[in-house]
């Protein structure tokens, strides 16, 4: 198994597409650019229904208050640009005009984390989980690839109140075959075994299913569960596999001190203690390169996951 | 009104198709940047290092040197290719631009690349950056000017504002912004996108002192330039006109061109146009 084995797809197209059906169908679905629409993908929106698009240019804090005004008054509001420009740059406006008052915002981010590539660090943001996961009344949604993030995006629209959902730039394995309504807070089970569980998240799903199957070549049996939702995190299926596998690993393409598999840790700390190890980017901000090489650099490949777990299962014993 | 030396004004053309030549490369070899932001902005730019600021590249932490920052980050491979130009780093580090490791990254590292004066590439944040500068500079009763080059995108960003109102309130008279309004941003056309005429009455209303010029004719760039410095007791605002994509006729005013990479045959044909070798 491969990663070219698996069909590469694009979020941004599937958010898209999802978008222009809700339009159609929902009258109260309006849209918020910020001079990306044609890199979020919402130009698609625009296209079929200008008079529901609005396109403020370079100005996200006014976009974000301007989706709140909107929500106030009935609408369902889609703000979306990139993930860096999305959160750290608008989190007073997200805090103050759209959790606390738990409007219907759903801030809808496309290019997170180092993938971005070329653009370097500035664009590459590898913290925008933690601030949106501090935040109270915000779920925050991580699709693993470009189907479950067309069934998030049609979740997310019935769902009543703020949303984040991250994607990134890059074409994604699709490894999802989920039909049917996506569950916010439910984590899903791709894979069973019992050796030791890798949680994974985003693009980092897809390398945890390449681990598990590198780690069956060994004789190790390794669990894969897809943890779409951060937030609120499915403590259930988390503890149950703990308790079953008796070792975690996570991994995902985020600071791993502030991520998801700090979420994880929570979650462990307080009901299962079990041998945890956590695969993220460091401590550190990114840089610009091809989005491969920067995937290795920051240890975000199969093998960090597959050294991840031997390391779990060294520390089981114990 | 001043009147310029030919050789001088020959000699900056020659500086500014030769950057043009290493802005289209670097951005073909990286495979991905913006060239349409960073064409439209290289007689600014030169203009300001190889005959306005007073600047030494061999000691580019000087603490009495004039600052560029620009705001507009994208638009690094020309600020890069003139710092090499300068001397500040080798012509031949150019083509690692975007490349893991490299000092050049997608959008500037004041860290990393010697002469890079701000990090930027989160859009309108220099401009105030640069505020703080010019106020430093007071507080340590030195003479640098600051220049910030700003987007006409960036006009849009409530703190380009913010900074604007600030820079006249404190009376920050050692500060040049200049707008590189070249009509369009990433969705299209700014007039589209986010209407910001009248722009000389607003930054005037802001208290600034403004200037038009053409952004692409040196004697008029050196001029609104000089003349700057003389202004006292409020902020300078040049807008220069330009043209995106500048000096490669498929890029000139096309919005495709913001944010991607030439083909190889594109590449090919703009070095031609350019007069330089693929
Ligand atoms: C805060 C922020 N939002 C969005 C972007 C993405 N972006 C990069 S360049 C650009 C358009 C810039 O237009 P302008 O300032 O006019 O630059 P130029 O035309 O000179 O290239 C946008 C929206 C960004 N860099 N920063
Ligand atoms: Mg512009």
């Known amino acids: 198994m491969n990663l070219k084995d698996f069909k590469l797809e694009s979020q941004r197209e599937y958010w898209a597409k999802a978008l222009v059906e809700l339009g159609k ?27 529901r698009h609005f396109n403020v240019g370079i ?20 703000a979306s640009t990139f993930a860096a420009f999305g959160t750290g740059r608008v989190y007073d406006q997200i805090r103050q005009s759209i959790a606390y008052p738990k ?8 290019h997170a984390g180092i993938t971005v590539g070329g653009d370097g660090a500035t664009h590459q943001i590898v913290e925008d989980l933690a601030l949106m996961r501090a935040l109270p009344n915000m779920t925050v949604i991580v699709p693993a690839d470009a189907p479950e993030t067309y069934r998030a995006i049609k979740t997310v629209a019935d769902y009543v109140g703020p949303v984040y959902v991250r994607m990134g730039r890059a074409n994604i394995p699709t490894i999802t075959n989920s039909k049917g309504k996506f569950k916010i807070g439910k984590a899903t089970l791709l894979k069973d075994g019992d050796d030791v569980c890798l949680i994974g998240t985003g693009i980092m799903v897809s390398r945890c299913m390449l681990a598990a199957h590198e780690l069956k070549k060994h004789k190790i049996s390794a669990r894969v569960i897809n943890l779409s939702t951060i937030k609120p995190i499915d403590t259930k299926t988390i503890v149950k596999a703990a308790r079953e596998t008796g070792g975690v690993v996570t991994a995902e393409e985020h600071s791993s001190i502030v991520g998801m598999g700090s979420a994880v840790a929570m979650c462990l700390v307080e009901n299962a203690h079990v041998p945890m190890k956590r695969v993220g980017i460091p401590d550190v901000f990114g840089q610009s390169g091809d989005s491969d090489e920067l995937m290795e650099k920051y240890g975000l490949t199969a093998e960090n996951i597959i050294e991840a777990a031997h390391d779990v299962l060294g520390r089981k014993g114990r | 009104m001043a009147v310029y030396d030919k050789r001088l004004i020959s000699k900056l053309e020659r500086k500014a198709n030769l950057i043009r030549q290493h802005v289209v490369r670097m951005i073909y070899l990286a495979g991905s940047g913006h060239p349409g932001g960073s064409l439209s902005a290289v007689e600014v730019i030169v203009a300001l290092y190889f005959h306005v600021m007073n600047i030494d590249p061999k000691k580019p932490d000087w603490p009495d040197r004039d600052r560029f920052i620009l705001s507009k980050g994208h638009g690094c491979p020309t600020w890069y290719a003139t710092l090499a130009e300068k001397g500040y780093i080798p012509v031949e580090e150019l083509d690692t631009l975007r490349k893991l490791g490299s000092r050049l990254q997608g959008h500037p590292d004041m860290r990393a690349c010697p002469g890079v004066e701000a990090s930027t590439g989160s859009e309108g944040q220099g401009l105030s950056m640069g505020v703080g500068m010019a106020l430093a500079a007071r507080l340590d009763r030195k003479l640098y000017h600051v220049y910030v080059m700003i987007g006409d995108g960036e006009l849009d960003c409530g703190q380009t504002w913010e900074a604007a109102m600030a820079a006249s309130h404190f009376h920050v008279d050692n500060l040049t912004a200049i707008v590189d309004r070249n009509m369009l941003q990433l969705d299209g056309p700014t007039a589209h996108i986010m209407s910001v005429e009248p722009l000389a009455d607003k930054w005037k209303a802001f208290g600034w002192h403004v200037t038009e010029i053409n952004g692409h004719d040196f004697k008029d760039i050196l001029r609104a330039l000089e003349k700057s410095k003389d202004v006292k007791g409020r902020p300078n605002l040049i807008i220069a006109h330009t043209l995106k994509g500048k000096g490669v006729s498929y890029m000139e005013g096309a919005v495709s061109f913001h944010g991607k990479a030439p083909t190889k045959e594109e590449y090919e044909q703009a070095m031609e146009e350019l007069g330089g070798k693929a």
Not at chain 1, 62 to 75: R, T
């Open chain 1, 25 to 51: 169908k929902r009258k109260d679905i309006v849209v918020l650019s910020a001079d990306l629409s044609s890199s979020v993908k919402t130009s698609l929106f625009a296209k079929d229904f200008p008079e």
């Open chain 1, 59 to 78: 100005a996200e804090q006014n976009m974000m208050s301007i989706a709140a005004g909107l929500a106030a008054c009935g609408k369902t509001a889609f």
């Open chain 1, 103 to 110: 409007l219907n915002v759903k801030i809808i981010a496309t």
